[in-house]
T-cell receptor, first 114, second 116 residues
Framework: DTGVSQNPRHKITKRGQNVTFRCDPI?????LYWYRQTLGQGPEFLTY????????KSRLLSDRFSAERPKGSFSTLEIQRTEQGDSAMYLC????????????FGSGTRLTVV | AQSVTQLGSHVSVSEGALVLLRCNYS??????LFWYVQYPNQGLQLLLK??????LVKGINGFEAEFKKSETSFHLTKPSAHMSDAAEYFC??????????????FGTGTRLTVIP
């Protein structure tokens, strides 16, 4: 197992374009989380899945954001009509269910909207 | 509601000196506490965690932290700083209920600089 994998590592897009990020969690982890981190700040929770079910969404997740986790495996985070304020590092993490042994984070996708 | 406050956005220490990064938490339920380290353009790496049991926890790279319920603190320490410790450090809190582990709430981070 190579840990949590995120692709792409970097994405530069023009304002108004749509972007999609992918996260492949540790295979035996039921829970998958998305966080957003802006410069100089700690990660902020966006949403999480237990298996394929999206159980919670933050108010930070506007209507332009959508996340999916088909079949409870990998997850995608799509941002429609990107804005400059969407520029951030998007982090994915996974964890086993019913435990707090620590969330394993991926290396993140850095989005720059120009 | 849960939250974390990290005192000092920037900390500088000399190589070989004591490292002390402060973290205070707020939680209405017994907390699970974590310290993560982040190197530039990287994800977060778990340093150590407190769940239950012994309040002094040891982590990787010589770091340790002590859970003090009376002070609602979980400060991170290392006896002797190394140049490779220069990074951003985040304290985080969560709780665990019948459905499993909940979301992590992070502090704003402390950037550690090690002076040769």
């Amino acid at each position: 197992d190579t840990g949590v994998s995120q692709n792409p590592r970097h994405k530069i897009t023009k304002r108004g374009q749509n972007v999609t990020f992918r996260c492949d969690p540790i295979s035996e982890h039921n829970r998958l989380y998305w966080y957003r981190q802006t410069l100089g700040q700690g990660p902020e929770f966006l949403t999480y899945f237990q298996n394929e079910a999206q159980l919670e969404k933050s108010r930070l997740l506007s209507d332009r954001f959508s996340a999916e986790r088909p079949k409870g495996s990998f997850s995608t985070l799509e941002i429609q009509r990107t804005e400059q304020g969407d520029s951030a590092m998007y982090l994915c993490a996974s964890s086993p269910e019913r435990t707090a042994y620590g969330y394993t984070f991926g290396s993140g996708t850095r989005l720059t909207v120009v | 509601a849960q939250s974390v406050t990290q005192l000092g956005s920037h900390v500088s220490v000399s190589e070989g000196a004591l490292v002390l990064l402060r973290c205070n938490y707020s939680s209405s339920v017994p907390p699970y506490l974590f310290w993560y380290v982040q190197y530039p353009n990287q994800g977060l790496q778990l340093l150590l965690k407190y769940t239950t049991g012994a309040t002094l926890v040891k982590g990787i790279n010589g770091f340790e932290a002590e859970f003090k319920k009376s002070e609602t603190s979980f400060h991170l320490t290392k006896p002797s700083a190394h140049m490779s410790d220069a990074a951003e450090y985040f304290c985080a809190v969560t709780s665990v209920d019948q459905t499993g582990a909940n979301n992590l709430f992070f502090g704003t981070g402390t950037r550690l600089t090690v002076i040769p």
